[in-house]
């Protein structure tokens, strides 16, 4: 595709549920961000894969958070027993994976909302 | 650890100049970018800085001085579609990611 995308655009989920977003980077992108943005602040860096690797999951904020990049291209974020505080906009980002990664083409995200 | 400072809310008019600033703290830098975001919208790249001095594109500029670890975006000729959050945002200490600030709401008005 033209740009990065994500699905779903939206997802309800209640308390407890498991979820699972996906994002489809620019083709040839190797490099792959996860970030979280929640009302009224900035982007929260999760995690990053470059290939199929995840070298840097520092911003990962608990072990009911996970990822995984299959193919060099999509990629899934999966959020275990979500909690409310885990409602949030999230959002995929993906760059060319040269030595500047400083311009990063963002998807439209995915709005969670935990019930 | 990295955090950048910038103003939470900044209104103009219509063909104005408006100067949003950005101070920021880091371990080791990585250059400065500045990223656009409308209501709803994903985050789009506008600048890029590794350097001191002043980038200049169209009508957007961005400016940087490190050794006071400060930076502005620069736009000149406001137009309404300008109304969007615009956030600074340096490379991690580990080279693989962006922190970004809290952004700053322009509204324009005419």
């Known amino acids: 595709g033209a740009g990065v995308s994500q699905s779903p655009s939206n997802k309800v989920t209640e308390k407890g549920k498991d979820v699972e977003l996906r994002c489809d980077p620019i083709?040839?992108?190797?490099?792959l961000y996860w970030y979280r943005q929640r009302l009224g602040q900035g982007l929260e860096f999760l995690i990053y894969f470059q290939g199929n690797s995840a070298p840097d999951k520092s911003g990962l904020p608990s072990d009911r958070f996970s990822a995984e990049r299959t193919g060099e291209s999509v990629s899934t974020l999966t959020i275990q027993r979500t909690q409310q505080e885990d409602s949030a906009v999230y959002l995929c980002?993906?760059?060319?994976?040269?030595?500047?990664?400083?311009?990063?083409?963002f998807g439209p995200g995915t709005r969670l909302t935990v019930l | 650890g990295q955090s950048l400072e910038q103003p939470s809310e900044v209104t103009a008019v219509e063909g104005a100049i408006v100067q949003i600033n950005c101070t920021y703290q880091t371990s080791g830098f990585y250059g400065l970018s500045w990223y656009q975001q409308h209501d709803g919208g994903a985050p789009t790249f506008l600048s890029y800085?590794?350097?001191?001095g002043l980038e200049e594109t169209g009508r957007f500029s961005s400016f940087l001085s490190r050794s006071d670890s400060y930076g502005y975006l620069l736009l000149q000729e406001l137009q309404m579609k300008d109304s969007a959050s615009y956030f600074c945002?340096?490379?991690?200490?580990?080279?693989?990611?962006?922190?970004f600030g809290k952004g700053t709401t322009l509204s324009v008005s005419s």
């Open positions: 980002a993906s760059s060319p994976g040269t030595t500047n990664n400083n311009e990063q083409f």
């Open positions: 800085n590794a350097l001191d």
């Open positions: 945002a340096v490379g991690n200490q580990a080279g693989t990611a962006l922190i």
């Open positions: 083709s040839g992108h190797t490099a």
